[in-house]
């Protein structure tokens, strides 16, 4: 699988396939495999070389390793990556883990967009007051 998600994103690089729904078809796999797929071969070489070197890690836990990287970083997912290894975790819980990961990220995001006054000006630059 590891060696799949490199060879593919190379496929998909070079455009030997129009897109990855060709690329999908052309497999005889799933839009979403493919697009888990390409999206692992993303990781850190590390990771990636500890989950190809460790038998059992399928699709599901890369791939959560993938986004618990891409919303808490490197750090974190080391974490979960070494529960991972030594089987001391499933994907439910990664599963649980990035959904939590993506609605405080949303939250936050939400706060920010609040959080200030925006000054109103016509075209001459006068302030005529602020939006919240």
């Known amino acids: 699988m590891f060696d799949d998600a490199v060879a593919w994103e190379r496929v ?5 396939f129009e897109s990855q729904d060709a690329l999908a ?8 495999t493919v697009s888990k797929t390409l999206h692992i071969a993303k990781l850190p070489r590390a990771f990636l070389e500890r989950m190809a070197a460790k038998e059992g890690v399928g699709l599901a836990p890369a791939y959560n390793i993938k986004l618990i990287i891409d919303k808490a970083g490197n750090a974190a997912a080391e974490r979960i990556l070494e529960l991972v290894l030594a089987r001391a975790t499933s994907v439910r819980p990664m599963e649980e883990h990035v959904k939590k990961l993506l609605d405080s990220t949303s939250r936050d995001a939400e706060k920010a967009h609040y959080s200030g006054n925006v000054p109103f000006q016509p075209a001459d630059g006068r302030e005529i007051g602020a939006l919240k």
Not at 12 to 16: D, G, K, L, S, T
Not at 25 to 32: A, C, D, H, P, Q
């Open 25 to 32: 078809e052309s497999l005889g796999v799933t839009k979403s």
């Open 12 to 16: 998909v690089a070079q455009a030997v």
